[in-house]
């Protein structure tokens, strides 16, 4: 039986209509599934987190690899339909299925990798949490995700870029990755309008000048104004701040060149404002 005819079958058998607006979109596709796990170099000594389990079928393929499989999902029918399909791999411990939010439960500690196909719906608070806190464990070693494209195209944005912004300056303070294959819509069901990319991503083990939650204060601050200079962004932001901001304003300009637009700076400019404006206790 094909894997959309699998899905189809049980959708009927289960009383299931899936919901897009959920980010219920599953791969029709083996192969891919297969392909996800090849790439993220899992083996039997892994511990795996995936992030919305759906009825399994990536599940399954890394319990081929991995050691163990903590998975995420919070739909009740969903979830009563993988129980169905896994019953064994559940029994034997070798899949914890968590059956909660995942933007809400907290995350194994002793994960390896990350390996999930996520609901689009809430990709961007979900990527956020992921990188502030898997991507910092020692032990933890990448991530393999298929995500929008549009999203990845915001994602991996460069300095200088249109789509350069606070999403893509969190990603690079901890990560770096790589497009690995565009998905077309075509493999999926309920076929989505856009297509998307399957990606790998792995920890970016740099020392840092500020730790992220003053780096994040940071970018919210300044990319409120991505195409302005950096100067009269930040003198705008100081004089709110401080009767001194003359002065400030000076120091800064010693380690930051102020004449760039926010949309230029990279991640060492915007983690030496963050330093300066941490140890001038502004934020």
């Known amino acids: 039986m094909s894997l959309l005819a699998e899905i189809q079958h049980l959708c009927q058998l289960f009383d299931i209509r899936l919901k897009p607006e959920k980010g219920q979109h599953f791969i029709i596709s083996r ?43 919070v739909d ?25 939010d995942a933007l809400k439960v907290p995350f194994p500690t002793e994960i390896d990798y990350l ?15 992921i990188l502030r806190e898997l991507f910092p464990l020692e032990r933890f070693r990448g991530a393999v995700m298929i995500l929008q494209r549009e999203y990845v195209r915001k994602l991996f944005a460069k300095p200088g870029s249109k789509y350069w912004g606070r999403l893509p300056a969190a990603f690079r303070y901890f990560a770096k990755g790589k497009i690995i294959k565009v998905i077309p819509a075509k493999v999926f069901f309920p076929r989505p309008e856009v297509d998307s990319v399957l990606v790998k991503i792995w920890p970016d083990r740099k020392q840092h000048l500020v730790d992220f939650s003053t780096y994040e204060k940071t970018t919210q601050i300044i990319f409120q104004s991505a195409n302005k200079k950096v100067r009269r962004v930040m003198k705008d932001f100081l004089r709110q701040k401080t009767h001194s901001w003359r002065s400030l304003l000076t120091q800064l300009s010693q ?14 400019d915007l983690e030496k404002i963050a330093f300066f404006l941490r140890e001038k206790e502004i934020i």
């Open 31 to 73: 192969r891919i599934l297969q392909l996800e796990v090849e790439i993220s170099g899992v083996s039997s000594n892994d511990y795996v987190l995936e992030i919305g389990a759906g009825f399994g079928f990536l599940t399954e393929e890394i319990a081929k690899k991995a050691n163990k499989v903590f998975t995420i999902e």
């Open 255 to 268: 380690s930051i060149n102020l004449e760039k637009r926010v949309r230029e700076l990279t991640v060492e």
């Open 115 to 129: 390996i999930s196909n996520p609901p689009y719906h809430i990709i961007s608070p979900l990527i956020i949490r």
């Open 76 to 100: 009740t029918k969903i979830i009563e339909v993988f129980r169905f399909r896994l019953q064994r791999l559940l029994a034997s411990g070798k899949i914890i299925l968590i059956e909660d």
